[in-house]
């Protein structure tokens, strides 16, 4: 059974820092997405990982796979309160995405 | 393109009652996901739907919870004799199936108080 963990479970920042989200699963997967959900919302797609040192970035935002590893890593950069929300990620196995426990991440001033 | 339309938003059912939840997919996609999300916690696979098939349910309840995804109209997930436990948000998403880079669309869920 694929099992799908993130850590930090939370992480408070202040504005202008740097951190990482780390991702890993047990199991082989071709795919690797990243989600953001604010409070009382739907999922927003972020970023797909579909290959091995695949790299996407969006603003402050950076994310990679190292499918070797079965690590992803969302990083931010210089955050800003806007950035405030709980990130997923979710890998595929047979055909369904299987999510990680999330990250809510709170930036302060 | 609507996206994935699910209603209701909010529901509210007495402990006993059943629940009925619709997922409309994206035009096009004909696999349909459902997912759980409990307060404060991630989304919880529960079952995937095609057109009248159900391919994976191992995250389905045994009792008391059904899906399907009808030839026509949207796709159904039926929670009968509701408990307190079965307070959510439900999720739908859905895809092409072959698409790898679109991946899965999802909707903007069901909140489902039990009281």
């Known amino acids: 059974e694929l099992k799908v963990e993130q850590n930090p479970l939370f992480l408070s920042m202040q504005e202008g820092k740097n951190y990482t989200i780390y991702c890993n699963y047990s199991t082989t997967s071709d795919r690797l997405y990243w989600y953001r959900q604010d409070p009382g919302k739907s999922l927003e797609s972020l970023f797909v990982l579909l290959s091995n040192g695949a790299v996407k970035q969006e603003g402050r935002l950076m994310a990679s796979l190292d499918t070797k590893a079965r690590l992803s890593t969302l990083h931010i950069t210089a955050a800003v309160h806007d950035l405030s929300a709980t990130y997923f990620c979710?890998?595929?196995?047979?055909?369904?995405?299987?999510f990680g426990t999330g990250t809510r991440l709170q930036v302060f001033p | 393109n609507a996206g994935v339309m699910q209603n209701p938003r909010h529901l509210v059912r007495r402990r006993g009652q059943e629940a009925r939840l619709r997922c409309s997919p994206m035009k096009g996609h004909s696999h349909v996901y459902w997912y759980r999300q409990l307060p404060e916690e991630g989304l919880k696979f529960m079952v995937y739907?095609?057109?009248?098939?159900?391919?994976?349910e191992s995250g389905m309840p045994k009792e008391r919870f059904s899906a399907e995804f009808p030839k026509e109209g949207p796709s159904i997930l039926r929670i009968q004799q509701v408990v307190r436990g079965d307070s959510a948000a439900y999720f739908c998403?859905?895809?092409?199936?072959?698409?790898?880079?679109?991946?899965?669309?999802f909707g903007s869920g069901t909140r489902l108080t039990v009281v």
């Open positions: 998403a859905s895809s092409l199936g072959w698409d790898r880079v679109f991946g899965y669309t």
């Open positions: 979710a890998v595929v196995t047979t055909d369904k995405l299987i």
């Open positions: 739907l095609q057109k009248e098939n159900i391919i994976d």
